[in-house]
């Protein structure tokens, strides 16, 4: 088992920067290498009591920040309060950017393959909204960072996909690339209050991000 990533713990929470190309948490399929499975394998040592609470995920093609409780009361406290919570990413996307900054709105429905889309049909489904901004861009590429306003799955990539300039590396929803080998996308930042408490986590920018840009 790879040697967890944690940013910060106390009490109450511990936060870990997840690689890439693993669950959160298990799906149906009952997956056993999952970040909720480390992490609680990590807490039952220091006291085989010890439990921790999945409190959002990330997708299994996404590194960066989550956040777990240690007691169900904090779990509760963060996922009430989850639409207050700051989260921003990072992603490297193909192409040059139409605007520097922009707010994408769409409403998202799953198919019955769990491909996510985007429909004009608001009854069915989902309104998802992404605020991005470019940091830096080349001929090639655009590093952006990005503010998701609502939690929906997969929005950030349907969404960049739909305006024709998809994450690199993503498989799903653009295409392979032959400079990165994983979905360029990264949570790095997470701002959040527990307790009346303010919290802020903030990871580096991945290692293999870095070759795309001059000083990122």
Known sequence: MKKLDIIYEDKEILVINKEPNLLTIATDKRETNTLYNKASEYVKKQYPKNKVFIVHRLDKDTSGIVLLAKNMDIKKKLQNNWS??????IAIV??????????????LKE???????????????KLA??????????????LLKINIKTGRKNQIRVQLSDIGHPI????????????????????YLVETKINNKDYHFETKYPKDFIKFFKDI
């Open 84 to 89: 207050s919570v700051k989260r921003e990413y």
């Open 168 to 187: 690199i590396g993503d498989k799903k929803y653009g295409e392979k690339s032959p400079e990165i080998n994983r979905l360029a996308l990264h949570a």
């Open 111 to 125: 198919s019955n393959t769990l491909n996510v889309y985007s429909t004009k049909d608001s009854k069915n489904g």
């Open 129 to 142: 909204i992404t605020e991005y901004e470019v940091l830096q861009s080349n001929n090639k590429y655009s």
């Open 94 to 107: 193909k192409g040059k950017m139409p605007k520097n900054k922009d707010t994408l709105k769409s409403y």
